[in-house]
């Protein structure tokens, strides 16, 4: 990898493929993973991945702090999860009926998660979010559901109320709280009268305007509580923390349970799958509706989850991601002090988040983050200007090590660029 | 397999694992998968599977009319699309940003499907069709969608407005009409008024009352002329039909092209994947709002749905499907009548729905196809007691032989227990 000008990546053939998207794709590229809106030495197509490294189609190396927005915990091509999907491709993956693997892995979620008696599984981390809501709903016989305030729990008319293509209704017997403001969960529940069917969560605050930061302690208590006080169910949205900061839950560090939880990302190390958890007695209301895909049982995902999971026990993973990002943050602390430049680093380390203090995210108004995630893609380190980085277990001490001496090269950029932040 | 009373399946496994399921999976098991409403002789879960046969967790084998309800089209692990998936595999699967497949296949299926000028991937049928409609309602700038009275478009609020859990506001905004009845699509536009967006159509009719009838001319040409008139989108939902009745698109030989298609089940053999392809005209509806998912941009999908429908085109795939289906239909029809059974075969041969007149299935009252199915299960034949079968180009003249053996021994009970049905 490049942290010389000398050796700066290329991407010409990232550049002929983008030519032939623009012609098949919508916008040349749609969702999270369109580069339109990232700088210049962030590629729009990867080759390949091994461990904490990834190469593009032009054969560029990077250490990947994305971890491929949340899914890769153990890093790419893990050893174990290759080894149980072998296996399980070996006799096949999607049947007219599940495979053991999902018998197996239930279990095994229910005995790791506090709250969870029973769990299902799906494709989509929306998937598991709409459904809990729709049990919560099932359970209660309420409609109310209340939630972050711009909070992300997914895409579609369950959640995105004033996007482009939805109906007015989408988000009816929806209403809004400001993460870890108690208050305003206890104004909205009282909004929402005898109502009430959910209070939604986030294991930690992610919303549009990019803050993102841990729950305290008075919050996920205060939450608890009011849904006891209530009969609301308390939905705790897992899908983008899950299993990188408690295998218990996110939320069980603060001795708090939630009454049904959403998982999807790192429950399987890249292999497509979601699941919920829940008590005991919301199983009912579960079992009372309908709700299925085409691939939801298929057992290659749930045999690479087994095996992610599984490891992650075995080795201590989440220690090891800590670690890891520890290093990073602090690496990055000492250095931005030494160029001179302020930043704010949010957010538990293993999905850490980086702001400029001198640009405005909530504006999009984030020349420092752009030139500083563009330098660094350029010399092999990938980041993000905007969204929280994530952290893996393959991290090793010379990936941040190497990584810190490119960090250093960009922030001596925005120190030119812009002088003191 | 057997064919003998002496011989019949047995199914310990099957319950020891069934029990287990009962503790950790909401009801024992969920969705369109679970065995709780099929017949004894039916397993809840599966082991392994080679071409046109699959085994449960007793090693009890079968030939597999219902192929996994759809996505295997080629037969259960075909050696093109397991090369592919392999290859892929190798270099990795989930990243920050998609392989070079997803120009591959887009490319692929805008070249093979006249009205797709441009594709969009995700994971389930149900976010293709979701996507499809709030393109519709994006490119129109209205929210009235009309759709056939029972048609199944997937699970979730855009679809199911009066389940369990559902808010009474889910489905606002949708009128509908009656399959193959032109006048009450007309009727239902004049109802929208200027605030039309989309006709929703399947390419076969399916409703929950077991409906499922081709579409005829007179029908497809009349709701392409009103969307014209209109200025309403035409979304075909082609998930359970798409590429097994033509590979141009399941109206292609009704000489009419929908504006936009969701695609799911038979498009990778199994892998997990969906899309939609459509008119460049709703291109820029498309890329102006944001819909995404975990693992939509996953290369091993993409790499196994461009072997699949290469295979598809290389092997005349569709006419494989449709010899296997046609035999099994005549095959049934003979012995119905040798039997002295009234049954009623409908649908394309490629996903056939076969009925005993005696039977009501609108009201679930089916113990003829129960005991018929039941009684097939047993000896090695999976079909199914309500769904439409699917068949698969891996179905070999043999297979049908053998089926059409075990069926002469489910007609005859059937007959023994109600005489002329």
Redesign the interface.
Same mark, same amino acid.
């Given at each position: 990898m490049a942290t010389t000008d000398q050796q700066l990546h290329t991407y010409e053939r990232d550049a002929e493929?983008r030519a032939?998207?623009a012609?098949?794709? !919508?916008?040349g590229?749609?969702?999270?993973?369109s580069?339109a809106r990232l700088p210049d030495g962030?590629?729009? *197509?990867?080759?390949?991945?091994?461990g904490s490294h990834?190469w593009d189609?032009d054969g560029n190396e990077y250490i990947?702090y994305?971890c491929? %927005?949340? !899914?890769?915990v153990l890093g790419?091509?893990h050893p174990s999860v290759?080894r149980a999907?072998a296996a399980q491709?070996a006799?096949?993956?999607? *049947?007219?009926? !599940?495979?053991?693997r999902?018998?197996e892995l239930?279990?095994l979620m229910?005995g790791l998660i506090g709250h969870g008696?029973?769990?299902?599984f799906?494709?989509?981390?929306?998937?598991a979010t709409?459904f809990a809501?729709?049990?919560?709903?099932?359970h209660t016989g309420k409609?109310t559901a209340i939630r972050g305030e711009h909070a992300y729990h997914?895409?579609?008319?369950?959640w995105m109320g004033a996007?482009?293509?939805?109906? !007015?209704?989408?988000t009816?017997?929806q209403l809004t709280y400001t993460y870890n403001d108690l208050e305003s969960v206890r104004a909205a529940a009282v909004e929402a009268g005898d109502d009430l069917a959910a209070v939604v969560v986030s294991a930690v605050e992610y919303d549009a305007s990019g803050s993102w930061t841990a729950p305290d302690q008075a919050f996920v208590r205060g939450v608890r509580d009011l849904c006891d006080a209530t009969g609301a169910v308390l939905v705790l949205d897992d899908?983008r923390a899950g299993f990188r900061l408690d295998l218990g839950g996110s939320w069980a560090s603060y001795g708090v349970e939630p009454d049904i939880s959403a998982y999807?990302?790192a429950i399987a190390n890249? %292999?497509?799958l979601?699941a919920v958890v829940a008590k005991r007695e919301l199983?009912e209301?579960?079992?009372?509706?309908?709700?299925?895909?085409? %691939?939801?049982?298929?057992g290659v995902?749930m045999a690479a989850s087994i095996a992610t999971i599984t490891t992650l026990q075995e080795t201590d993973g989440v220690a090891q991601i800590k670690r890891a990002g520890t290093m990073l943050r602090e690496g990055l602390n000492l250095q931005a002090q030494s160029h001179g430049i302020a930043i704010k680093q949010a957010g538990p380390v293993q999905v850490p988040s980086v702001r400029f203090v001198g640009d405005d995210l909530a504006k999009m108004d984030i020349p420092r983050a752009m030139m500083f995630t563009g330098e660094a893609a350029k010399r092999g380190v %990938?980041l993000h200007p905007t969204h929280n980085w994530f952290l893996s277990a393959a991290h090793r001490d010379e990936d941040i090590e190497h990584t810190l001496a490119v960090t250093d090269v960009a922030f001596a950029r925005v120190k030119e660029a812009f002088g003191d932040a």
């Open positions: 493929l032939r998207a012609s098949v794709l !919508p916008g590229m749609y969702g999270h993973q580069a962030f590629p729009q *197509f990867f080759a390949r991945g091994e990834i189609v990947d994305m491929s %927005y949340g !899914p890769i790419h091509r290759e999907v491709a006799d096949g993956d999607c *049947f007219n009926a !599940p495979t053991e999902i018998v239930a279990e229910t008696d029973w769990a299902w799906a494709k989509n981390g929306s998937d709409r809501l729709q049990v919560a709903r099932a409609n997914g895409w579609g008319s369950t996007a482009t293509g939805m109906t !007015p209704s989408a009816d017997f899908v999807c990302k890249g %292999y497509p979601s199983e209301a579960a079992s009372r509706f309908f709700a299925t895909g085409s %691939y939801w049982f298929s995902a %990938y």
